[in-house]
Structures are given as structure tokens and as C-alpha cells.
């Protein structure tokens, strides 16, 4: 079988899907996308302008007309990319707490869906490219190759943010992230438009039982 020119990795915050798809484009020469910096870009340019989050109709001309650019990492910082908001690098910005707690209902707008996953697509059918997120291989690339949908319970995730935090030299409290990570999990599956779910033809994999290494070694050897 030759190595699928799409791949899709989907699943719930924090369960090590940017993680294993880096690490798998890396090895295949691919491109990584991660789609949530774009949805985080978003919100926080609504959050720079003092926009209201619940405000669907400003919110979304902004997911319309900003320009968010993504690119390979410009700093040794521990980025994983830069991300761009009308020319302004916003990278650590996308971060913050603030971001994180409002991206779900940011999210959850058709608008800005439509004008992001449409981004998404036309980068994607380029080809030779990993994508994660939460709806690539439900809505924004259906037609991808293979497709992973990466699990793990919310108390395993919430564990994980809490030590990239803490190795990133910040301060973190785990029983605020793990609620954090319920309430995104909670709009993220039950939003109207895309929720979060496995494709019917996803293979999924639970990373409680597995850890990076292993789940990497299933992802090559099911490309491979
Ligand atoms: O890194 P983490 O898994 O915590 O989150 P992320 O992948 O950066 O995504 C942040 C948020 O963006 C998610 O909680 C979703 O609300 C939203 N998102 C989405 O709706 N669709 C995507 N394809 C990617 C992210």
C-alpha cells in the first residue's frame, strides 16, 4: 500500500495529537498543519480588540477577513510553528489562558468554521501533509487516506497540559486545566456544526494505554 498522500488526526484537547503529527510528518517529509492555531488566532484577535466572544456576527466577519498565517517555526523557543495575525506574530499569544477559554465557543460558529475550514481544505489537497484537529477527517479533508483518532481520558490529558506548562516554566493548577479541558471537550462534541467525533472509517487509538512512542510505531507502521 503506498504511504497515504492525506493523513488525519483527530481527537478531544491535549490527547498528543500535535505530538504524534509532527513527529509523523516529520518522518514522512509531510507538511504538519495544526488547524487549532488558526481557531485560537482567532480568538485571540477578538480578544485584542475587546470584541464580545458571544457576539457571532463580529466574530465571524473577523474569522473572514483577518489573515492568519501559519509557518515553520522562525524562534528555537519551543514553538511548534509561528502564528500570524495580520503580520503580528501571536504565537504565545494563542497560549494563554484567556485563548483557551474562549476558543471552544469561538469554535462553535458556523461562520467561522466555514471560513477556516475552507483555509484548511485548499492547504490540505496540496497533499503530502498531516492535519489535526478536531473535524479533518469528518468535514475539512473526509477523502484523507488515513485517518487517527487520537483518545485519552480527560484526567490523562489534563495531567499532560499540566507538565507542558510547568516545563515551559510557567505556573499551572491541575484542577482548573482539567476543568478546562471537560468544558472544551463538552462544546466541541455537542456544537451544532462539525462536533468533534471519529469518522466512521477512523481508526482509534487510546492514548492511556499507549504512550508517545507506541502510538507513534502504530501511526508508521499502519502508513508504511
Ligand atoms: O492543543 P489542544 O488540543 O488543547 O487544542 P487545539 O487543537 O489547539 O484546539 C483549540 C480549540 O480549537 C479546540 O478546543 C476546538 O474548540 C477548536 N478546534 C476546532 O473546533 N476544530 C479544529 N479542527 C481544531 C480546533
Do not use: H
Not at 42 to 68: C, K
Not at 169 to 175: F, V
Not at 183 to 202: G, K, M, Q, W, Y
Amino acid at each position: 500500500m503506498p504511504i497515504p498522500n492525506i493523513i488525519a488526526i483527530d481527537g478531544p484537547a491535549a490527547s498528543g495529537k500535535s505530538t504524534l503529527g509532527r513527529r509523523l510528518a516529520d518522518s514522512l517529509g509531510y507538511l504538519f498543519f495544526d488547524t487549532g492555531v488558526m481557531y485560537r488566532a482567532v480568538t485571540w484577535g477578538a480578544l485584542l480588540r475587546g470584541l464580545q466572544i458571544g457576539d457571532e456576527i463580529v466574530v465571524t466577519y473577523l474569522a473572514e477577513t483577518a489573515q492568519i498565517d501559519v509557518r515553520p517555526p522562525s524562534k528555537d523557543d519551543g514553538r511548534a510553528c509561528d502564528v500570524l495575525l495580520d503580520g503580528v506574530d501571536i504565537t504565545w499569544e494563542t497560549r494563554r489562558t484567556d485563548v483557551e477559554a474562549s476558543v471552544s465557543p469561538v469554535s462553535a460558529y458556523s461562520g467561522v468554521r466555514q471560513a477556516l475550514a475552507s483555509q484548511q481544505r485548499r492547504i490540505g489537497l496540496r497533499g503530502r501533509v498531516v492535519m489535526v484537529g478536531r473535524d479533518i477527517g469528518t468535514v475539512v479533508l473526509p477523502e484523507a487516506g488515513l485517518k487517527i483518532y487520537l483518545d485519552a481520558s480527560a484526567e490523562e490529558r489534563a495531567r499532560r497540559r499540566y507538565e507542558e506548562i510547568l516545563q515551559r516554566g510557567g505556573q499551572a493548577d491541575y484542577a482548573k486545566i482539567l476543568a478546562g479541558v471537560r468544558n472544551r471537550d463538552e462544546i466541541d462534541s455537542t456544537r451544532a456544526f462539525s462536533p468533534l467525533r471519529a469518522a466512521e472509517d477512523a481508526i482509534i487509538l487510546d492514548s492511556d494505554k499507549l504512550n508517545a512512542d507506541e502510538v507513534f510505531a502504530k501511526v508508521e507502521a499502519l502508513c508504511r
